[in-house]
C-alpha cells in the first residue's frame, strides 16, 4: 500500500513538471511570436482550462500553487498564471474595445465560475492571504482576456467606416512602445476616443490629418475599432 502511494506521488510529479513546462512553453509563443494568432491565442486559451482540468481531475494531488507552508503537492502554477495572463495581454496589446466597460462586467462573472476549481476542495488553499488575492486576479484577467480575444477573433459581421480627423498623437513607453492615436468626433461620439495603431500608420500621419475608423460589431457584441488610411 505504501508503495503504491509512492508510485503514484512520483507520477504525479512527473505530470506536475509536465504540465508547468507547457504552461511556459505555450505562453512564451502566445508572447513572443503570436502566429499564427488565433492558434496561439486559443493554445493559451485551453492551457489555462486545462489546468483547471487537471486540478479536479488530480483530486487535490495536482496544486495551482502552494497552499500553506510545507505543501508538497506537484505545483501546476506555469500552467495557470501564465497563459492566464499572456491572453489579458494579448487582448491588452492587440484589441481596441469600444465596449470595454461591458467586457469588464461581463469577466466578473465567467471569472467566479472559473474560481470554483480553483479553490473548490482545497480548504488550505484558501488559508494563505497571497492565494485569496492573486489567484481571483489571474482568474479575472483571463476572464477578461479570453472574452474580449473571442470577440475579436471569431467576429465575421461587416465592418463600418466613418471618417474623422486626429485630434493628437502620443507615444507610450513601458515595457514595450505603443503609439496612439486620439480622434476627434465620430458617428456621432464625442471626440477623445484613444487608439494604439501600428507604427508605420503612426509614422505616416500628423495631427489634423483625416483618418477612417473601422467599427466591428463583435462576435459576443462587444464593439471594437481600429484606425486605416482613408483612400
Known amino acids: 500500500m505504501h508503495g503504491s502511494k509512492s508510485d503514484a506521488s512520483l507520477t504525479w510529479k512527473s505530470v506536475g513538471r509536465i504540465l508547468d513546462w507547457m504552461g511556459f512553453s505555450i505562453g512564451a509563443w502566445g508572447l513572443l511570436l503570436p502566429v499564427p494568432y488565433r492558434l496561439a491565442v486559443l493554445g493559451n486559451m485551453g492551457a489555462f482550462v486545462v489546468a483547471l482540468a487537471m486540478k479536479v481531475i488530480s483530486r487535490q494531488q495536482l496544486a495551482i500553487t502552494d497552499a500553506k507552508a510545507g505543501d508538497s ?55 494563505k492571504l497571497f492565494n485569496v488575492i492573486f489567484l481571483p486576479l489571474v482568474t479575472y484577467a483571463f476572464a477578461w482576456g479570453a472574452i474580449a480575444e473571442a470577440d475579436f477573433m471569431f467576429d465575421t459581421s461587416p465592418p463600418h467606416v466613418f471618417q474623422t480627423t486626429i485630434r493628437s498623437m502620443h507615444v507610450s513607453h513601458g515595457k514595450s512602445i505603443s503609439y496612439h492615436f486620439e480622434l476627434a468626433s465620430w458617428d456621432g461620439r464625442p471626440a477623445g476616443d484613444s487608439l494604439r495603431v501600428p507604427y508605420a500608420l503612426y509614422a505616416g500621419h500628423r495631427p489634423g490629418d483625416q483618418i477612417c475608423v473601422v467599427l466591428h460589431d463583435g462576435w459576443l457584441g462587444f464593439r471594437t475599432f481600429e484606425a486605416q488610411p482613408c483612400w
Open 73 to 127: 503537492r506537484p505545483r501546476i502554477q506555469g500552467l495557470f498564471v501564465m497563459p492566464a495572463l499572456v491572453v489579458a495581454l494579448r487582448a491588452l496589446v492587440d484589441i481596441n474595445l469600444l465596449d470595454w466597460q461591458s467586457v469588464l462586467l461581463w469577466a466578473l462573472g465567467l471569472a467566479a465560475v472559473l474560481a470554483i476549481p480553483v479553490f473548490a476542495n482545497d480548504r488550505q488553499l484558501s488559508k
